[in-house]
């Protein structure tokens, strides 16, 4: 098992990645269960296939699981069941020294850490991360949030968990488009500043994703460092530092919003899309090698991601791309600043992006067939 700090002055925790977590679920969580009750806040998906385990160990050691099961897929971070999840929270009693558990994909641990935010002003949580994109970064770093028809993650609040237990055995159920899309946020970590890692992705992805449990847990291990080295110096993203998580996430959410937050297009598929865009841009402006921006899209192709704007086949024009950009969190006094690559591993902040420019650039992308 590998431990990975998360050095947060105000609330360290630490994230444990291995095989097995699980099933020793009350073991791993010592001290931090109270009561006989855990509430636990999960989905269809991830309880028909772990909600079992879950329960046995949870009872085997004197606790009884309350189960919040709600419906898979990102329409679940929604103020309804933001309202009805905190209402329920409410109605088990459940006090500030309390944890609850968030067990399941980036949306389930997005929406609980929210009504953990937000529960007498701030109750405990623990992220138990079911998919390869929450094991490797949304179960880290403390953004909670749900979506509003305006756009992504537009209400939330920033809440540390205070344990994250990573169990790479439940990533065998997770159906192969999900560890896809949870593969963009691996290899984001390569591009933003880590050109060695970017190379053992073009190497190991394909057997990484294909089951090798060795490469797994470098992978996330690997990723979890990234992101908590980052957060430690930027956890409420106020110096720039923290925005290169961001990477691909401008052109990614203004996507997921063009297609209405459904399966057409998942949160990583998105951000692999809007990553490719992000190299792309940055070559046609010449601030990075086109060889690198080939090979960034080449990568993203090979692995089996969305690497073509043209071949989501969307009825809309660069404008009205840009005008879901405009409710993006980075907005600052009417600029939009841009995660964008000097290369790979070379990511940084321009300030001094054009949205018409980038309409322009969208327009040509939106008719480019593809590769
Ligand atoms: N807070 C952050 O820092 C952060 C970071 C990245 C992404 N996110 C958010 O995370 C969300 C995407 O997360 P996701 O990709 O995990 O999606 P998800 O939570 O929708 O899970 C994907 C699918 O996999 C199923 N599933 C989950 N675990 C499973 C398992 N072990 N076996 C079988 N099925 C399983 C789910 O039921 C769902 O159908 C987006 O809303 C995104 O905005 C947040
Ligand atoms: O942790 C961060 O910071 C990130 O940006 C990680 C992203 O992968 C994640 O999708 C995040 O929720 C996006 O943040 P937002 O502030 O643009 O909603
Ligand atoms: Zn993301």
Known sequence: MAVIPVEIASRPYEVRVGAGLLADLAQNCSGRLRKRGVPIVTDANV???????????????????????????????????????????????????????????????????????????????????????AQVDSSVGGKTAINTPAGKNLVGAFHQPSLVLADLSVLETLPRRDLLAGYAEVVKYGLIDDPAFFDWCDENASRMLSGDRDLREYAVAHSVASKARIVAEDEFETTGRRALLNLGHTFGHALEAETGFSDRLLHGEGVALGMVLAARYSARRDLMPHGDAERVERHVAEVGLPASLAALRLRCDGDALVQHMLHDKKMDAGTLPFLLMKGIGRTYLDRQVSLDDVARFLDEELAREPA
């Open 47 to 133: 309880h028909a296939a772990w909600g079992s385990l879950v329960e046995r160990n949870l009872r085997e050691n004197g606790h009884e699981p309350q189960w919040r099961i709600l419906p898979p897929g990102e329409q679940t971070k929604s103020w309804a069941e933001l309202a009805a999840t905190v209402d329920w929270l409410l109605s088990l009693e459940v006090e500030r020294g309390d944890h609850v558990i968030a067990l399941g994909g980036g949306v389930i641990g997005d929406l609980t850490g929210f009504c953990a935010a937000v529960l007498k002003r701030g109750c405990h949580f623990i992220q138990v991360p079911t998919t390869l994109l």
